[in-house]
Every structure is written in structure tokens, then in C-alpha cells.
């Protein structure tokens, strides 16, 4: 497997302010770019925009897209759906409307641009993360569910339609094992292949969420006790956090305490994480063939703030590309597992640049501008295979 890799661009950053197509289409091409993938947030959300007026817009990006000579390969999802619990709701009613209304309705978009579809829109509540057989009857549930997406997918020709991955245990798929379960599941439900996207921001939550260390338990415990707030402190289970508050309190003894915690998190590890999903390499390296769109933002490591690649940023920046581009071809090197989804055919490296409410325009453009630049010098042609990109690594 050999596929072809291209530079795009994400147009959530024209939201409300260039929304017409024809306006963000010149925006984008002035940047040297010729592919796009087309946000929800950018006026084609199904649910704001209504059945007519969204034949209107897939007409509107057709012509424009030939005129300008550009293409949008992919559609996603945007802040719409990621501000509710959408597919794992507690109510049936609204999981079977965001599948057929929303979900269903952006893959007959997507396909009608001949488009790649993407979406994250689901949250565990938190009485889900308490009990291990609700969570587990969820985490179920939205298996099937995603399994009927992908079917829907494979049904109606789509290229290719994923889930993104998150960084947080209230937003599965958030651990590089537990994604690689849900592709499986889908697959193995579904019959038809189902993907990720994987966020180069979002393996930056998972250190946050850590089995703790029993010194640092010891530390913790005993800064409490001098009234010491303990902050970003995570423990897991309510049960656990109760027995660490009893033991500031001095109403259980220290090592008491730490002992029960560490035997409680041993018992819940859907709530915890390991090193390696800190790891943009390690997620890469793993996953990075079964994500047909990568979203590129730069980031301090410790959030997701989808900064530009442009010079101020990267200075200060932990990705880079050449590494993210090596892990990539360790990814594809990989032998061929059945269990899997096929790996795919093409990758689409996307920039994902968001822009404050308060945000400069002409700020933001030319940070742009120096974030194509900086990754077109590893992928200076737009449907270059992999190979040949591998090949300019090793002459760097």
C-alpha cells in the first residue's frame, strides 16, 4: 500500500466571516491550496440549514469549485454536534436523529461533492463513567450505531467516512487501544470499512488522565492536609476521589488510602490512559493507516489550540512535520491485519486553524500562508504518493 497524500485545508476558520462558497473558495486558493475540507460550521450544517437550502449550496460549491479549479475532499462535522451527547444520549429518540438526520444527511452531502465524510458527536455522562456495566452497554451501543453509519457509507459509494479520535474519558474513542477496538467493532458489525481522524492536539488531554503514582498519591495527600488544593489531580472513580478527600481529612490513614485508590484504578481502565497516548508518534505509528484525513494544528503539548504552523507558533510548537511524516510511513510499513479495515489509499493532511471571536483576519491569513509553506516543503505536490515523500525524508 502506497497512497496518495495531499495538503488541505479545513474552512471552519471562514466561519462567519467568508461563508458564501465562492468567497471561502478564492480565500483558500489564495493560499496555494487546492483542496478543502468543508466545515458544518460553514454554513452546510443540516439541522440550521434545511434540505433546500443545502441542494442550493452543494450546486453553488459545484460551480464554484469548477470555475476556481478547486475540489473539497472531505465534509465534517463542527461545534454543532460536538456540543451534545448526540449519539450516546440517554434518549433513543435523539441518537436515531442525529444518525438519520444529521449523519445520514452530511454522507448525501459529501457524495454529492464526491467527497469524505468525518463527524465527532457523542459524550459519556458522567453517571456512565461511574458504572463499568452501563458504560460497557453504551460503548455497545455506539458500536452498532457507527456500524450503521459505516454501512450507510459503504451502501451509498462514499470514499471513506471516519470517527475523530478525542482526549478525554467522557469522549471515546480517547486511548490509542480503545480506538483500535472501535475499528475493529465497526468493521466486523458493519461489513464495510469504517475510519479515524486522528487529531495531532487531541493525544494532548490523555496525560491529564494518568493511573496516579503512589509517591505522588503520598504528596498529594499530605499537601491537603496543610490546605493545599490539589489541581488537575485525577484519581478516576468518584469512590476514589472520596477516598482521598477522607484521607486529607485524616479520617483514614495514608497508606490506607493509597492502597484502595491504586486497587480502584486497576479495576476501571477505561478511565485511564497510558504514556503512549500522550504520543503523537505512538498514535501515528499505530493508527496513522487507518486515518484517511490527519488534522494538522500546532500545539504546546499540553492543549489543543489549534495554532497555525507559521514561524511564532512553531517555535514554541511540538509537532513537526517530518516526524509526524516518518511515524506515517512506519504506520503504512505495518503487516496487513484482517481484523482491520483495509488501510487506505489515500491521506488527506489537514489543516485546522481556528480563529478567535476577537481574532485579526489579516493575522490569520498570514499565519496561513507560512503554514502552507512550512508543509509543502514535505509534501511539495498535491496526490504524491508516500513513497516519494518517504524518499525526500531520507535525503533531508
Given at each position: 500500500?502506497?497512497?496518495?497524500?495531499?495538503?488541505?485545508?479545513?474552512?471552519?476558520?471562514?466561519?462567519?466571516?467568508?461563508?458564501?462558497?465562492?468567497?471561502?473558495l478564492k480565500n483558500i486558493r489564495s493560499l496555494g491550496l487546492r483542496y478543502i475540507e468543508a466545515s458544518a460550521d460553514t454554513e452546510c450544517d443540516p439541522m440550521y440549514m434545511g434540505e433546500a437550502f443545502t441542494r442550493d449550496w452543494i450546486e453553488e460549491v459545484r460551480r464554484e469549485c469548477e470555475a476556481q479549479d478547486m475540489c473539497v475532499k472531505n465534509v465534517y462535522s463542527g461545534h454543532g454536534t460536538y456540543a451534545t451527547s448526540g449519539l450516546t444520549h440517554y434518549d433513543e429518540r435523539v441518537i436515531v436523529r442525529f444518525r438519520d438526520g444529521w449523519m445520514k444527511k452530511q454522507i448525501d452531502t459529501a457524495n454529492a461533492l464526491g467527497a469524505g465524510f468525518g463527524f465527532f458527536a457523542h459524550g459519556f455522562e458522567e453517571l456512565l463513567l461511574q458504572d463499568d456495566a452501563l458504560y460497557a452497554q453504551k460503548l455497545d451501543q455506539?458500536?452498532?450505531?457507527?456500524?450503521?453509519?459505516?454501512?450507510?457509507?459503504?451502501?451509498?459509494?462514499m470514499n471513506y467516512v471516519g470517527l475523530e479520535q478525542m482526549y478525554s474519558p467522557h469522549q471515546p474513542p480517547w486511548t490509542i487501544d480503545g480506538t483500535e477496538t472501535l475499528l475493529r467493532e465497526v468493521y466486523l458489525r458493519s461489513g464495510a470499512p469504517f475510519y479515524i481522524t486522528e487529531d495531532l492536539g487531541h493525544m494532548n488531554g490523555q496525560q491529564f488522565f494518568a493511573i496516579p503514582d503512589a509517591d505522588v498519591l503520598r504528596e498529594k495527600i499530605e499537601n491537603g492536609?496543610?490546605?493545599?488544593?490539589?489541581?488537575?489531580?485525577?484519581?478516576?472513580?468518584?469512590?476514589?476521589?472520596?477516598?482521598?478527600?477522607?484521607?486529607?481529612?485524616?479520617?483514614?490513614?495514608?497508606?490506607?488510602?493509597?492502597?484502595?485508590?491504586?486497587?480502584?484504578?486497576?479495576?476501571?481502565?477505561?478511565?485511564?490512559?497510558r504514556p503512549e497516548d500522550w504520543s503523537i508518534d505512538a498514535w501515528v505509528r499505530r493508527l496513522g493507516c487507518y486515518s484517511p484525513i490527519v488534522h494538522l494544528q500546532q500545539s504546546d503539548g499540553k492543549s489543543s489550540p489549534h495554532w497555525p504552523f507559521s514561524a511564532e507558533f512553531n517555535a514554541k510548537g511540538v509537532v513537526r512535520a517530518e516526524e509526524v511524516l516518518r511515524a506515517l510511513v512506519a504506520s503504512y510499513?505495518?503487516?496487513?491485519?484482517?481484523?482491520?479495515?483495509?488501510?487506505?489509499?489515500?491521506?488527506?493532511?489537514?489543516?485546522?486553524?481556528?480563529?478567535?471571536?476577537?481574532?485579526?483576519?489579516?493575522?490569520?491569513?498570514?499565519?496561513?500562508?507560512?503554514?502552507?509553506?512550512?508543509?509543502?516543503?514535505w509534501v511539495p505536490r498535491d496526490g504524491m504518493h508516500l513513497s516519494a515523500i518517504r524518499r525526500n525524508l531520507e535525503q533531508k
Open positions: 500500500m502506497d497512497p496518495k497524500v495531499y495538503l488541505a485545508i479545513d474552512n471552519c476558520y471562514a466561519s462567519k466571516r467568508w461563508i458564501r462558497p465562492a468567497e471561502w455506539l458500536y452498532d450505531t457507527l456500524a450503521d453509519v459505516a454501512a450507510y457509507a459503504a451502501q451509498t459509494g492536609r496543610k490546605g493545599v488544593r490539589a489541581r488537575r489531580f485525577w484519581v478516576g472513580t468518584e469512590h476514589a476521589h472520596a477516598l482521598y478527600q477522607k484521607a486529607v481529612a485524616g479520617e483514614i490513614d495514608t497508606e490506607t488510602a493509597v492502597g484502595a485508590i491504586l486497587e480502584d484504578a486497576q479495576a476501571h481502565p477505561h478511565i485511564f490512559s510499513a505495518q503487516a496487513d491485519d484482517p481484523t482491520m479495515p483495509p488501510k487506505c489509499g489515500e491521506v488527506v493532511l489537514t489543516l485546522e486553524p481556528f480563529i478567535s471571536t476577537a481574532g485579526n483576519t489579516f493575522d490569520l491569513m498570514d499565519d496561513l500562508r507560512e503554514s502552507v509553506a512550512y508543509w509543502r516543503k
